[in-house]
């Protein structure tokens, strides 16, 4: 059977995809934490949708 190949997420290197690479589907630890900094500093987040003129948030209503 084949292993499947792809590419680590941070730095693009093709990896294959197998228990021997303790980091996958990262490449290496170092591509690893840099993903886990940007998690922790928010740098990944969902656009908010934007309002629609005249509508509130539940938040908003009182």
Known sequence: ????VVN???????IIWNSANRYRPF???RCKMIDLGQ???ESYRIPES?????????????
């Not at 005249?54 to 009182?62: A, H, R, S, Y």
């Open 39 to 41: 998690w922790a500093t």
């Open 50 to 62: 934007e309002k629609q003129e005249g509508e509130t948030l539940k938040k908003d209503e009182k």
């Open 1 to 4: 059977m084949k292993q499947p």
């Open 8 to 14: 680590c997420p941070q730095c693009g290197k093709i």
């Open 27 to 29: 490449c290496s630890e």
